[in-house]
């Protein structure tokens, strides 16, 4: 299996007592790739995306390839930099400041014959609404005209500040929905954008415009499963007590598609994205400790 994750990698700079800051590298799709590495070390999982030329893109690029990543659908920029947000904390609330404006990530949809190469390359391509989100209108229109008639598997994960007005947003979102054999949206994001009241109005949302599964994600309540027209039971997730919540839906995601994409079925392999998800928001950050996950590796499909 041959998988393609598309998107922006940032640096993350996180607290480490007063006054010091602990350097890190995040991002939606970045954070998929790495865990589906980590569980299906004998795929080739790629991670495709821009960088900059400078010694923080360097680093960034040394992290992709310690996580089992391929990296060679990573181009350079020599005028733009990688992206850098930072986390804060207060009364244990976290917030975010985000420095993203010259990111290379930006341009990754510019090269035309890079895009191409890239997807054909591949037997499945997983991208985010974030990807999209961060292009411009021509290059959101040449990469989703890239993807048409591919194996594709997209989280719309929506951050309407990333997008230069809501209805852009929905329409771009909905393009690309229809273009995916599995969508993974998240309910709370999907009822602020698009309005709906329940998980199976967005399942059925999608549905419609044409994705063949959809997987709707809900925190700590019930999702729904909508596949090839059958509405499934979804297994009840195992109530954990979450220590920080970051990475949740993006580890869910590739503990999912490690089962699914293997041939397990659509409940068995939300039950594999459950497990992953809960043991990721027991321990701080959205990567868990190479040791830590080693350790429950059996627990996921092999």
């Known amino acids: 299996m041959r998988i393609l994750s598309m998107g922006e990698m940032m640096v993350e ?54 996580a089992g990543l391929v990296t060679d659908w990573i181009t350079r920029d020599p005028s733009r ?19 993203r404006d010259r990111s290379a990530a930006r341009l990754l949809a510019e090269d035309q014959g890079w ?21 411009d209108p021509a290059g959101r229109q040449r990469l989703l005209g890239q993807l048409a008639g591919q194996r594709v598997i997209f989280d719309p994960n929506i951050r309407p500040r990333l997008w230069e007005d809501a209805v852009t947003m929905r329409a771009v979102i909905s393009q690309a929905a229809a273009l995916a ?56 997730p195992r109530p954990v007590a979450a220590t920080d919540t970051t990475g949740a839906g993006d580890s869910f995601n590739a503990g999912f598609l490690a089962a699914r994409l293997a041939g397990a079925d659509p409940v068995a392999s939300v039950a594999a994205g459950q497990a992953l998800s809960a043991l990721v928001v027991q321990h701080p950050g959205a990567l868990l400790p190479r040791d830590i996950l080693q350790s429950h590796i059996k627990e996921f499909p092999a």
């Not at 960034?60 to 310690?66: M, N, T």
């Not at 930099?81 to 420095?99: A, P, V």
């Not at 054909?120 to 991208?127: K, Q, S, V």
């Open 181 to 236: 054999e599995i969508c993974l949206p998240s309910f709370d994001d999907e009822a602020a954008a698009f309005g709906d009241t329940a998980p199976v109005d967005t399942a059925r949302r999608y549905a419609a415009s044409g994705t063949k599964e959809v997987v709707v994600k809900n925190g700590a309540g019930p999702l729904v499963i909508r596949s090839h027209g059958q509405d499934l039971a979804a297994p009840a």
């Open 81 to 99: 930099s990688i992206g850098l947000y930072m986390i804060s904390l207060k009364d244990g609330e976290r917030s975010f400041s985000y420095w």
């Open 13 to 66: 700079l996180s607290g480490a007592g007063p006054g010091l800051w602990r350097e890190g590298y995040a991002g939606d799709t970045f954070n998929t790739a790495w865990y589906l590495a980590a569980l299906r070390p004998d795929w080739r999982i790629s991670y495709g995306t821009r960088l900059g030329q400078d010694t923080m893109s360097d680093r960034a690029l040394v992290e992709v390839a310690r």
């Open 115 to 135: 895009l191409q190469a890239a997807i054909a390359a591949h037997d499945a391509i997983y991208l985010s609404g974030i990807t999209l989100a961060i292009l």
